[in-house]
C-alpha cells in the first residue's frame, strides 16, 4: 500500500477550530508580536531555496534585490547579462533567486546563477522521471563521449549513445542542437547522462515497422547507403536494412572493392528494387542494376556474326580473355582464337587487362549468356595461303624446330611448322625414336603430303623425296621362293641387307649374327613386310629343334 504524504497547508485550511471562528480585537503589542513571528517563519521558509524578488535598484556593479520583509540583497551584474552582453532586466522586474541564509549571524546572500541552475536541475530531474526529452548543446568532444549544456549544466553524452551505429568522427556534432533522453541523474553529485541514440532507436523501431508492411518484392523504393563493405552496401530504408550485394549494382564487372564507389557513397540518398523479402528473418535483398533493362535481352539486336567489335580485357583466365563489349556484356576470346600462327600457352601473352581489343563476333548464346570472339580472325588466316604457296609435292627446305618421340617439326614460315611423322622418315629404317637421326636446328629437306587448314596441320615427308622402295625395288629383289644370304637378328629375324629385314615363319635355331640362307615366302608390300624360312645346309627348310621330325628330310 502507498502512502500519500499530508499538505500541512491544505490540511489547515480543511479543518476548521474554535478560535478561528472568534473575532478578538488584538493589541498593539500582540499585533506586532504576530508581525515579528510571521516575518520569522517567513525567514525561515526562504532560507537556501529560491524566492521571488524584485529588483529595486541597478548599478554598474550589482543589481538590488528586494526579496520581501525589508530584506534586500546585491547579486553582481553579470548574472544578468545575456548571450549579447546586455544587461537583461529593468527595476521593477520579478525574478527568481537563491536565498542563501548564514543561520549563526542571521545574514543572507541572493544568487540568481543558483537560482537559475536549480531551476534547471528540477527541470532536468522531471524530465528523468517523467521520461520526458531535454534540449542542449554540444559544447565539446570529452573523453568517452562529448559534453552537452542544457540551459547552462552540464551533461554527458556517452560515446556510444550519440547514434545506433559508431561515430568515427564525433567532431562532427559540436555546436549542434539536438534533442536527449535522461538516462541517469544524480544531483548530489552533479551527474547528469544523456543519450540520443534511445530517440533515434524509438524513431527506427516505429519507422521499421511501417517499412516493412510495405516492402513488396519488385517494388522500387527510396533509402540512404548506410555502409559500405566490400561485398555490397547496407541501405537504410527507414528503420531496417537492407543488403545491397556487389553483383547487383552493376551489369558489368566490378572486380575491386573501390569500383564499389562508382555507384554508391556512404550517407547519400539511393533508388534500388526489392529483389527478395523475407518475412520471418526481416532480411532484404535490394538491387540496383535491375532498375535498368538486362542488356543480354537485347544482345542479338547490336551484335551479330562476323560483326568486327571493339572492347576493353576486363579478366584473364588460364583459358582466355574476358572483353567488355559494353557495360554488362563481356566476350570471351579462347586462347586457340587469339593467333593462326603462334602457339599461345597463356592469354597474357597477346593481351592485359585494360587494353583495347579488335576481335570478330564468332557466336551469340543470349539465354547462356555468352559471346565467342576471335581476335586471329581480324587478320587473313596464314593457312588458307598455304595450298596456294606449297602444293602438295612442293619439295621445301627447313630448319628442325623440335623433335618429340613421334615426329620432327620443320619451320615453314613465321609461326608455322610442318610435321614429319616418324612413319615419314625411312621407306625401310625402323626408327625407334627421331633423334637416331637429327638434332634440333639442323636443316633438312622434305616434301608436301597435306594441307589440313581447318585443323591447322602440315604434314611433310622425307622417305618421299626418293622413290617408294617397296613399290618397285624390294618385290623385284626378293621375290617369292628367291633364295638369298642373311645375318641372323633374333630367333624371328633376320637382316637382307642394311635397313631391310625378314620375319621368319618359324623361329631359327642359328646364333645372332650368324650367316644363313632364307628363302622368301611372301610379300606385303602395304605393310613393308618380307616374310621367309630359314634354308639348311642340304637345300631343305629348316625344322627348328623344339618342332618334331617327320622322318623324312626330303619333305
Known amino acids: 500500500m502507498s502512502y500519500k504524504a499530508l499538505d500541512v497547508k491544505a490540511l489547515r485550511k480543511q479543518t476548521s477550530v474554535p478560535e478561528d471562528l472568534e473575532v478578538e480585537a488584538l493589541s498593539p503589542e500582540r499585533a506586532a508580536f504576530e508581525a515579528l513571528l510571521k516575518e520569522k517563519e517567513n525567514k525561515q521558509f526562504k532560507a537556501n531555496s ?17 526579496v520581501g520583509s525589508k530584506s534586500e540583497g546585491q547579486i553582481p551584474v553579470a548574472e544578468f547579462r545575456n548571450i549579447e552582453g546586455n544587461v537583461d532586466v529593468k527595476i521593477g522586474d520579478q525574478v527568481d533567486v537563491y536565498f542563501d541564509l548564514n543561520p549563526e549571524d542571521d545574514n543572507f546572500t541572493l544568487s540568481k546563477d543558483k537560482a537559475d541552475k536549480l531551476r534547471i536541475w528540477d527541470k532536468i530531474s522531471h524530465a528523468c522521471e517523467m521520461d520526458e526529452l531535454v534540449r542542449g548543446r554540444v559544447t565539446a568532444r570529452v573523453k568517452g563521449g562529448l ?39 544524480n544531483k548530489r553529485r552533479g551527474n547528469i547522462v544523456l543519450s540520443r541514440r534511445v530517440l533515434l532507436e524509438s524513431a527506427r523501431a516505429a519507422l521499421k515497422t511501417e517499412t ?6 519488385g517494388k522500387v523504393l ?35 572493392p573501390e569500383e564499389i564507389a562508382q555507384f554508391v557513397r556512404e550517407n547519400e540518398p539511393i533508388q534500388v528494387k526489392v529483389l527478395k523479402f523475407n518475412s520471418e528473418t526481416e532480411r532484404v535483398s535490394l538491387g ?32 582466355g580473355a574476358f572483353v567488355e563489349l559494353q557495360q554488362g556484356i563481356e566476350g570471351l576470346i579462347h586462347i586457340s582464337e587469339m593467333s593462326w600462327t603462334k602457339r599461345v600457352k597463356n592469354p597474357s601473352q597477346m593481351v592485359a587487362i585494360g587494353d583495347e581489343v579488335e576481335a570478330i563476333v564468332l557466336e551469340i548464346d543470349s539465354k547462356a549468356k555468352r559471346i565467342s570472339l576471335g581476335m586471329k580472325q581480324t587478320t587473313p588466316n596464314p593457312w588458307t595461303m598455304l595450298n596456294q604457296k606449297y602444293p602438295v609435292g612442293t619439295h621445301l627446305e627447313g630448319k628442325i624446330r623440335n623433335i618429340t618421340e613421334f615426329g620432327i617439326f620443320i619451320g615453314i614460315t613465321d609461326g608455322i611448322d610442318g610435321l614429319v611423322h616418324i612413319s615419314d622418315l625411312s621407306w625401310t629404317q625402323k626408327i625407334k625414336h627421331p633423334n637416331e637421326l637429327y638434332e634440333k636446328g639442323q636443316t633438312v629437306e622434305a616434301v608436301v603430303l597435306n594441307i589440313d587448314v581447318e585443323n591447322e596441320r602440315f604434314s611433310l615427308g622425307i622417305k618421299q623425296l626418293t622413290q617408294d622402295v617397296w613399290a618397285y625395288d624390294i618385290p623385284k629383289k626378293y621375290s617369292v621362293s628367291k633364295r638369298v644370304k642373311a645375318n641372323v637378328m633374333g630367333a624371328n629375324e633376320v637382316e637382307l641387307e642394311k635397313d631391310i629385314r625378314a620375319q621368319l615363319d618359324s623361329k631359327t635355331d642359328a646364333k645372332d649374327g650368324s650367316e644363313v640362307v632364307v628363302e622368301i615366302t611372301r610379300l606385303d608390300p602395304e605393310a613393308k613386310m618380307i616374310y621367309a624360312v630359314v634354308v639348311t645346309d642340304n637345300g631343305d627348310r629348316e625344322i627348328p629343334s623344339y618342332l618334331p621330325s617327320s622322318g623324312n628330310d626330303g619333305e
Not at 50 to 66: E, F, M
Not at 154 to 183: C, T, W, Y
Not at 306 to 319: A, D, H, I, M, R
Open 147 to 185: 559534453s552537452v549544456n542544457i540551459e547552462g549544466v552540464k551533461a554527458f553524452l556517452p560515446g556510444s549513445q550519440v547514434d545506433i551505429r559508431p561515430i568515427r568522427n564525433l567532431e562532427k556534432f559540436l555546436n549542434e542542437d539536438h534533442d536527449f533522453k535522461v538516462i541517469k541523474f
Open 50 to 66: 529560491v524566492v521571488k524578488g524584485t529588483v529595486v535598484a541597478i548599478n554598474n556593479d550589482y543589481v538590488v534585490v528586494d
Open 212 to 217: 516493412l508492411s510495405k516492402l513488396i518484392e
Open 288 to 319: 540496383l542494376k535491375q532498375l535498368t533493362e538486362d542488356p543480354w535481352n537485347i544482345v542479338e539486336n547490336q551484335y551479330e556474326v562476323n560483326q568486327k567489335v571493339t572492347g576493353k580485357v576486363v579478366s584473364l583466365t588460364e583459358y
Open 222 to 256: 527510396e533509402g540512404t547507403v548506410k555502409n559500405i563493405t566490400d561485398y555490397g552496401a547496407f541501405i537504410d530504408r527507414g528503420g531496417t536494412d537492407g543488403l545491397l550485394h556487389i553483383t547487383d549494382m552493376s551489369w558489368g564487372r566490378i572486380t575491386k
